[in-house]
T-cell receptor
Framework: NAGVMQNPRHLVRRRGQEARLRCSPM?????VYWYRQLPEEGLKFMVY????????ESGMPKERFSAEFPKEGPSILRIQQVVRGDSAAYFC?????????????FGPGTRLLVL | GESVGLHLPTLSVQEGDNSIINCAYS??????FIWYKQESGKGPQFIIDIRSNMDKRQGQRVTVLLNKTVKHLSLQIAATQPGDSAVYFCAEIKIGYGGATNKLIFGTGTLLAVQP
């Protein structure tokens, strides 16, 4: 059973470009979470999605950031007009959904570098 | 506001010794706590969890202790090995109802360095 998959693993963008980060949850998981990690810091929650629904986006910056989890295909975290401050590791986690206890399993992350 | 913090940013231990990593949390409404291990260049890896109605839980070589009175969480690693070297995060979650958010709130992490 493959774990959470993320691609690309490394992404380099110039200021003003767009970054698209993909996350495929574990098989059977229908809940996806995105977190951001700045160097030498803990992970910060960004957004929580179920298929075709955004459940909680309280951690998302108000502008330039968006996320989706379509009925088919991976979850996408999109950052428009990137700035240097967006440089970070972005982690996706998934959980089975349902029930009170949902262990979140993390992917390897995408390391975004904005030049 | 909600926060989870760690007392020690770096912990150095000798191989074979026991390690204790501590964590303080501030949200008394949190009812689920998790320890993650993150190796360099990798994503966080689940180690062990504990619900707020428990005060101790054991896994393979690891034990988590929860003291709700002082809002303190600790991770004990027995017979620490070089492969245990990593950053360890505690995280808390307030279980949502009916689809409400289950976001994890992470601390800043403790680097465990195991000396051979």
């Amino acid at each position: 059973n493959a774990g959470v998959m993320q691609n690309p693993r490394h992404l380099v963008r110039r200021r003003g470009q767009e970054a698209r980060l993909r996350c495929s949850p574990m098989k059977g998981h229908s809940h996806v979470y995105w977190y951001r990690q700045l160097p030498e810091e803990g992970l910060k929650f960004m957004v929580y999605l179920q298929k075709e629904n955004i459940i909680d986006e309280s951690g998302m910056p108000k502008e330039r950031f968006s996320a989706e989890f379509p009925k088919e295909g991976p979850s996408i975290l999109r950052i428009q007009q990137v700035v240097r401050g967006d440089s970070a590791a972005y982690f996706c986690a998934s959980s089975p959904g349902g029930g009170r206890r949902e262990t979140q399993y993390f992917g390897p992350g995408t390391r975004l570098l904005v030049l | 506001g909600e926060s989870v913090g760690l007392h020690l940013p770096t912990l150095s231990v000798q191989e074979g010794d026991n390690s204790i990593i501590n964590c303080a949390y501030s949200n008394s409404a949190s009812d689920y706590f998790i320890w993650y291990k993150q190796e360099s260049g990798k994503g966080p890896q689940f180690i062990i969890d504990i619900r707020s109605n428990m005060d101790k839980r054991q896994g393979q070589r690891v034990t988590v202790l929860l003291n709700k009175t002082v809002k303190h969480l600790s991770l004990q690693i027995a017979a620490t090995q070089p492969g245990d070297s990593a950053v360890y995060f505690c995280a808390e979650i307030k279980i949502g109802y009916g689809g409400a958010t289950n976001k994890l709130i992470f601390g800043t992490g403790t680097l465990l360095a195991v000396q051979p």
